[in-house]
């Protein structure tokens, strides 16, 4: 899944930290490089598969690629609801396509709302 993402948004970075278990991801620039990083907690879960990961990504590449609004104190990078608006609508349509698109953005949503992920 990291691949097709890379493919899609070369200007980023992709990464996984299988060490850390936390169940989340991360947006953030280092040395200048936009990086995505997702975190082993969030990848091994049982509750999340395949869709769950790729709306996090998404979502995790809008925070780059979004526009505005951006984040109060971290101006680069654009606001959740904008991060997830980019996600449903542009992330996750150029990598798996429309139609699949918005399979994945449903199922993805239901598997990150079980653990309150997002609302």
């Not at 947006?27 to 995505?36: I, N, T």
């Not at 990598?95 to 199922?107: K, Y």
Request: proline share 3%.
């Amino acid at each position: 899944m990291i691949k097709r993402f890379q493919a899609c948004f070369p200007e980023l970075t992709y990464d996984m930290d299988l060490c850390v278990n936390l169940a989340n991801a991360q947006a953030f620039l280092d040395a200048g490089k936009k990086r995505v990083r997702l975190y082993g907690g969030l990848v091994r879960h049982r509750k999340i598969g395949a869709a769950g990961l790729a709306l996090t990504l998404s979502h995790e590449t809008g925070h780059h690629l979004g526009g505005a609004p951006h984040l109060e104190y971290y101006h680069w990078l654009s606001s959740e609801e904008r991060a997830t608006e980019w996600a449903v609508t542009v992330g996750l349509p150029s990598v798996f396509g429309s139609r699949r698109a918005t399979q994945i953005g449903r199922e993805g949503f239901s598997q990150l709302r079980t653990l309150g992920l997002v609302n």
